[in-house]
């Protein structure tokens, strides 16, 4: 289990003049959130903290940024971030307690407030942890992930900032907002080329240097392919993994535009080759086969993954020792 320092005593204590204070006859909407501020800041979306008023708890509230809050498509992806993230009921994604509008018309939702450290906080840190304790987020991270096919959603983006171990055992997969869903002939959305990653839109920070997703896409990612499907998050995971195992990413290169054709054509070095700890040769296996340029010959279900991670390669390990 990860140790983590507990959440601020104001999110998590429970008091009784919290949990007996009168509710108001008269419900009004508009009221029931206060004492906002600020987490994030995303590329067109504003994550913030408030005080739920009518439940006494602080929860976490998402809508899009001023500049975009009248845009018609980025409030329906809105719409449909949250209603995917509410209709995938599953230990590992975060609860959504309500979609709305604000006194302007803007569409909200809420979600619990999760307290802990992203995969990638734990990865910068990772003397710290120890193989067994990665593993373990990865493992759940899976289970999520093959839930999520099985109900007919591709996450998209899948990278350590997106995964967040909290202090009690929990692991959470967020941001559905990039998630690909399909009508019930197979078809996808009709805007569905827009909604994709815009390679030119990546961040670059410091001298030109890639942030974060391009290390994690899928090469038909990168392409825009338009038949993707749930392979890309196999890919995606397998990136990460690679990253457990050697403390490096799979695709090299300072600049964008190095990592974006590493991505396409480089074949990475086993985890072995480029790192002096002890790697178990199952979980080389499951992440170089998962990191194939080509969908089909990849693992073709998140099920297999799981399948193969729940089986013992820390004997591995143990032998390493004697």
């Given at each position: 289990?990860?140790?983590?320092?507990?959440?601020?005593?104001?999110?998590?204590?429970?008091?009784?003049?919290?949990?007996?204070?009168?509710?108001?006859?008269?419900?009004?909407?508009?009221?029931?959130?206060?004492?906002?501020?600020?987490?994030?800041?995303?590329?067109?979306?504003?994550?913030?903290?408030?005080?739920?008023?009518?439940?006494?708890?602080?929860?976490?509230?998402?809508?899009?940024?001023?500049?975009?809050?009248?845009?018609?498509?980025?409030?329906?992806?809105?719409?449909?971030?949250?209603?995917?993230?509410?209709?995938?009921?599953?230990?590992?994604?975060?609860?959504?307690?309500?979609?709305?509008?604000?006194?302007?018309?803007?569409?909200?939702?809420?979600?619990?407030?999760?307290?802990?450290?992203?995969?990638?906080?734990?990865?910068d840190f990772r003397e710290r942890y120890d193989l067994t304790q990665m593993m373990e987020v990865i493992l759940q991270i899976?289970?999520?992930?093959?839930?999520?096919?099985?109900?007919?959603?591709?996450?998209?983006?899948?990278?350590?900032?997106?995964?967040?171990?909290?202090?009690?055992?929990?692991?959470?997969?967020?941001?559905?907002?990039?998630?690909?869903?399909?009508?019930?002939?197979?078809?996808?959305?009709?805007?569905?080329?827009?909604?994709?990653?815009?390679?030119?839109?990546?961040?670059?920070?410091?001298?030109?240097?890639?942030?974060?997703?391009?290390?994690?896409?899928?090469?038909?990612?990168?392409?825009?392919?338009?038949?993707?499907?749930?392979?890309?998050?196999?890919?995606?995971?397998?990136?990460i993994m690679y990253e457990v195992l050697s403390g490096k990413t799979p695709a090299k290169g300072e600049k964008l535009h190095?990592?974006?054709?590493?991505?396409?054509?480089?074949?990475?070095?086993?985890?072995?080759?480029?790192?002096?700890?002890?790697?178990?040769?199952?979980?080389?296996?499951?992440?170089?086969?998962?990191?194939?340029?080509?969908?089909?010959?990849?693992?073709?279900?998140?099920?297999?993954?799981?399948?193969?991670?729940?089986?013992?390669?820390?004997?591995?390990?143990?032998?390493?020792?004697?």
């Amino acid at each position: 289990m990860l140790n983590f320092p507990e959440p601020p005593k104001e999110y998590s204590s429970v008091f009784l003049e919290e949990t007996d204070k009168p509710l108001p006859q008269k419900i009004d909407a508009n009221l029931r959130y206060a004492f906002f501020s600020t987490i994030a800041t995303g590329g067109k979306s504003l994550i913030k903290s408030c005080k739920d008023l009518h439940l006494s708890r602080f929860v976490c509230y998402k809508t899009l940024r001023p500049e975009f809050a009248d845009d018609e498509v980025e409030q329906q992806r809105l719409i449909r971030e949250a209603r995917v993230s509410a209709m995938l009921q599953h230990p590992n994604t975060i609860p959504t307690y309500e979609l709305g509008r604000d006194k302007k018309g803007n569409p909200y939702f809420t979600m619990k407030l999760v307290h802990g450290y992203t995969l990638r906080e734990i990865l910068d840190f990772r003397e710290r942890y120890d193989l067994t304790q990665m593993m373990e987020v990865i493992l759940q991270i899976a289970f999520c992930l093959a839930y999520a096919h099985k109900h007919g959603v591709a996450h998209r983006d899948i990278k350590p900032e997106n995964i967040v171990a909290g202090p009690y055992g929990e692991v959470l997969l967020l941001d559905w907002g990039l998630a690909k869903v399909w009508h019930p002939d197979g078809t996808g959305s009709e805007e569905e080329a827009s909604k994709a990653v815009e390679i030119a839109d990546i961040t670059l920070t410091g001298a030109g240097k890639a942030q974060g997703t391009p290390h994690y896409m899928s090469p038909e990612q990168i392409n825009q392919d338009p038949t993707i499907n749930h392979r890309t998050d196999i890919y995606s995971l397998g990136a990460i993994m690679y990253e457990v195992l050697s403390g490096k990413t799979p695709a090299k290169g300072e600049k964008l535009h190095h990592v974006i054709e590493s991505v396409l054509n480089d074949t990475p070095d086993k985890p072995s080759a480029i790192t002096s700890a002890r790697v178990p040769s199952l979980l080389e296996e499951i992440t170089m086969r998962s990191l194939e340029k080509e969908p089909a010959d990849r693992f073709q279900s998140m099920d297999d993954v799981v399948r193969l991670l729940q089986q013992d390669w820390k004997s591995d390990l143990v032998r390493s020792i004697y």
